[in-house]
C-alpha cells in the first residue's frame, strides 16, 4: 500500500514540511502527528486501515524530523511554533475542522491544538502522553515521575547529548527505543528507517531541541484549561517514561473524555496492540 501514498512538501509557517497522504481525496480528513524519535513512519500500522475506513490522511514529519525543515535555535521548537506549522498544514488542504491522533511529542502539540484552537479540531485521540498541565503537575509533586523524566534533563546538555544520541551508528538511541519497547516492537527493519530518518542533516539536534524548548518554557504553561472537543485516551500502562496515573487525571479535564488502557502494551501502544488501536480510532473519528 506505501506505493499509493503521496509525498508532498507544503510550506506553512515560514518553513516546509514533508508530509505523507494517503486515501480518498473527499474522504473524512485524519492527521496523525508522531513523537520523538520517530517520523511519519511511526503511524505505518495505522495509515492502511484507516485508508480501508474511507479516511483521507495525512502524516506530516514535523518540524526537525526526517525529510521537513530542520530551523536552527531552541525558541524554533517552542510549542506555539509546533502548532502554528500544523493550523498552516490545516489550510494549505483546506480543512475547516479535522479529526487529529497524536503519540508523544505528537500527542502534546494534539493536547495544545485542541485546548487552544478547538474551532479546528472535530475529534481528538492522545497516545500515551497526559495533558500538558497534568504533565506540569505530576512534574512538581511526584519523585517517581521525576525519576522517571531524567533524560529530558540530560537533553538539555548543549552538545553532549546530541553527541551520545548520534556515536557508533545511533547505538544509544536505538537502545533507548528498543529498551522502552516490548521484545519485537521495533524490527531490524524499523530500525533501519529510523536510523536514516535521524541521518538526515541537523535531525538529531532539531529533535533534541522540541526538549530543550519546552523545559524552558514549562512555567509558561496555562494551568486552568480543559478540553472542550470529545477526547479519547489510548494509554499503555507499561510506559516506562509516564505514570498511568495521569492518563486518568487527563481525562478528568476533558468535558466529553475517555480512557481506554491497555495492560500489556508499552509507551508503543499504536504498534504493540495495533489491531485494536486501529479499531478504536476508527470508532471513534466515526463517532461510535
Known amino acids: 500500500m506505501t506505493d499509493s501514498y503521496e509525498h508532498v512538501y507544503l510550506e506553512t509557517n515560514g518553513i516546509h514540511l514533508h508530509v505523507v497522504t494517503a486515501g480518498d481525496p473527499s474522504g473524512k480528513p485524519v492527521v496523525l502527528l508522531h513523537g520523538f524519535p520517530e517520523f511519519w513512519y511511526g503511524w505505518r500500522r495505522q495509515i492502511p486501515a484507516m485508508v480501508t475506513a474511507g479516511y483521507r490522511v495525512i502524516v506530516p514529519d514535523q518540524r526537525g524530523y526526517n525529510l521537513s525543515d530542520k ?9 506555539a511554533e509546533l502548532c502554528r506549522d500544523m493550523l498552516g498544514l490545516l489550510d494549505h488542504f483546506g480543512i475547516e475542522k479535522t479529526n487529529l491522533a497524536g503519540h508523544d511529542w505528537g500527542a502534546a502539540v494534539a493536547w495544545e491544538l485542541a485546548i487552544n484552537t478547538p474551532q479546528r479540531i472535530e475529534r481528538l485521540a492522545i497516545l500515551n502522553v497526559p495533558n500538558p498541565t497534568v504533565m506540569l503537575d505530576t ?8 525519576l522517571k523524566s531524567w533524560y ?7 552538545g553532549l547529548a546530541d553527541w551520545v544520541l548520534r556515536i557508533n ?3 544509544a538511541t536505538r537502545r533507548m527505543l528498543a529498551s522502552s519497547g516490548k521484545a519485537g516492537t521495533f524490527s531490524p527493519e524499523n530500525m533501519a528507517e529510523y536510523k536514516l530518518a535521524w541521518a538526515q542533516p541537523g535531525a538529531l539536534s532539531a529533535m533534541i531541541n522540541w526538549y530543550r524548548a519546552a523545559f524552558r518554557e514549562r512555567s509558561k504553561l496555562n494551568t486552568n484549561v480543559r478540553v472542550q472537543v470529545p477526547t479519547l485516551v489510548l ?7 509516564l505514570n498511568a496515573e495521569m492518563a486518568q487525571e487527563s481525562i478528568e479535564l476533558c468535558d466529553n473524555g475517555r480512557l481506554v488502557t491497555f495492560e500489556n502494551a508499552t509507551h508503543w501502544v499504536q504498534h504493540d496492540e495495533a489491531e485494536e488501536v486501529n479499531r478504536q480510532l476508527i470508532e471513534f473519528f466515526d463517532g461510535k
Open 71 to 79: 530551523p536552527k535555535g531552541v525558541k524554533s521548537y517552542r510549542m
Open 139 to 146: 512534574l512538581r509533586r511526584s519523585v517517581r515521575q521525576m
Open 152 to 158: 529530558i534533563g540530560f537533553f538539555q546538555i548543549p
Open 169 to 171: 551508528d545511533y547505538s
Open 235 to 241: 494509554w499503555g500502562k507499561r510506559d516506562v517514561a
